[in-house]
């Protein structure tokens, strides 16, 4: 069964150890829109929408590899492999597709 967005932002936001703070963080938003999303008062506009499910799709790739903790601490860290760029700023920049390829790379084995 396909989850709806309210569900899909809560269990990609555990498996990487993301609260509604972290999630208005990336997207530029706040903390309270987050929750009315998660509560289904109100949908996220077409914009964050889209922002919001590449980087659930970044998120969800990430969770696969590292556990809850050990994902949250990587986005927060500055990473080599980014140009020493957190990749948790660089999702809030739209770039999902750079750390997207350094997760798809730490799948694969090397070390990031």
């Known amino acids: 069964m396909l989850q709806d967005l309210a569900e899909r932002l ?3 936001g555990e498996g990487v150890g993301f609260d509604q703070a972290d999630f208005a963080r990336v997207l ?3 903390p309270r829109t987050v929750s009315r999303w998660l509560h289904r008062e109100t949908a996220p506009r077409a914009e964050a929408r889209g922002r919001l499910l ?3 799709y970044v998120f969800d790739q990430l969770s696969r590899v590292l556990k809850p903790e050990a994902a949250h601490d990587w986005l927060l860290t500055p990473n080599e492999m ?3 760029d957190k990749p948790i700023d660089l999702l809030a920049a739209g770039e999902y597709r750079r750390v997207l390829g350094v997760v798809e790379a730490l799948a694969e084995g090397v070390f990031v």
Request: glycine residues 8%; negative net charge.
């Open 10 to 12: 809560e269990t990609v």
């Open 28 to 30: 530029k938003t706040n």
């Open 54 to 56: 590449e980087i659930l």
């Open 82 to 84: 980014l140009g020493h």
